[in-house]
């Protein structure tokens, strides 16, 4: 009997201390992903490319504008290819976990909130970043300068594939931001290696975003992404007969209901 009464006592005690764990970490992860941040702001100029026959040909275009407060504005212009038109989408994330898809062609926008574990995660890498801006098995290569500001130009290797890696630049005065990024490949171990999609600066400003880029689609119409993809095709004079693909509902029409049910239960 006392065996098994110890047994049952040992067994309550682990079940309390689990739960007192799991509880503190739930606690933890809400107070960072309510916690303030104040960081260094920016106006950074990108293009996105890709390699074609050893010669760089762009994709996209945009603007990364950040705000003292984390919150973070980005517009990209996709440019036309032989299979889409030219398309201009924009995306803001808020520290408080709201974000935002805007597509000012349709006046139309996605709404919602991050779950808090996403959110801590993301306030966790930006006022969590080492002095060297990397932690392992990341590796700096060596340091730069990008537009005056000094960047570490970290390497991620792929662990399930030894012939891929990420190149990032971050820089070291604004919390490790990643503001260049190449994809590279290798034909086999010691051959050099080759870019095959990346993410180049092309200008950096230390200012302050234009206060609008925050605030101008709030009137827009609330829409989940599939139902703007085909506003953007009836606008275009596209139909369901000649695209069905067009108007198939969007992959992401899943995240965004959850993301926007918990903006609503947030009240905001």
């Known amino acids: 009997m006392k065996a098994a009464r110890l047994i049952v006592v040992v067994c309550g005690l682990a079940l309390v201390l689990e739960l007192s764990f799991w509880g503190g970490k739930h606690?933890?992860?809400?107070?960072?992903?309510?916690?303030?941040?104040?960081?260094?702001?920016y106006v950074a100029k990108f293009v996105e490319y890709h390699m074609v026959g050893g010669a760089?040909?762009?994709?996209?275009?945009?603007?990364?504008?950040?705000?003292?407060?984390g919150a973070v504005h980005t517009r990209t212009l996709h440019y036309?290819?032989?299979?889409?038109?030219?398309?201009?989408?924009?995306r803001v994330d808020f520290p408080n976990g709201v974000v935002a898809m805007i597509v000012d062609a349709v006046e139309a926008k996605s709404t919602g909130l991050l779950p808090p574990e996403m959110l801590a995660s993301r306030k966790a890498q930006l006022v969590g970043q080492s002095a060297s801006c990397a932690t392992p098995?990341?590796?700096v290569e060596r340091t730069e300068i990008l537009f005056?500001?000094?960047?570490?130009?970290?390497?991620?290797?792929?662990?399930?594939?030894?012939l891929q890696r990420?190149?990032?630049?971050?820089?070291?005065?604004?919390?490790?931001?990643?503001?260049?990024?190449?994809?590279?490949?290798q034909a086999s171990p010691g051959?050099?290696?080759?870019?095959?999609i990346g993410k180049r600066l092309v200008a950096f400003s230390a200012t302050d975003p234009d206060p609008s880029l925050f605030t101008d689609w709030k009137d827009y119409a609330e829409m989940k992404p599939s139902d703007i993809q085909r506003h953007i095709y009836e606008q275009r004079g596209v139909t369901p007969q000649q695209c069905p693909r067009c108007f198939a509902d969007d992959p992401s029409d899943g995240t965004y209901l959850i993301w926007h049910q918990l903006l609503i239960k947030a009240g905001y």
Not at 56 to 69: T, Y
Not at 171 to 183: E, M, P, S, Y
């Open 27 to 41: 606690l933890f992860v809400r107070a960072l992903a309510q916690a303030e941040v104040n960081v260094q702001p």
């Open 56 to 69: 760089e040909e762009n994709l996209a275009e945009g603007v990364e504008s950040r705000r003292s407060d």
């Open 80 to 90: 036309a290819t032989a299979n889409r038109r030219e398309n201009t989408f924009r």
């Open 137 to 139: 098995p990341e590796a």
């Open 148 to 162: 005056g500001q000094t960047a570490f130009r970290v390497v991620i290797s792929v662990r399930s594939d030894k």
């Open 166 to 185: 990420t190149v990032q630049w971050r820089l070291r005065d604004f919390n490790c931001v990643a503001v260049q990024t190449v994809k590279q490949s």
């Open 191 to 196: 051959e050099p290696w080759t870019t095959t």
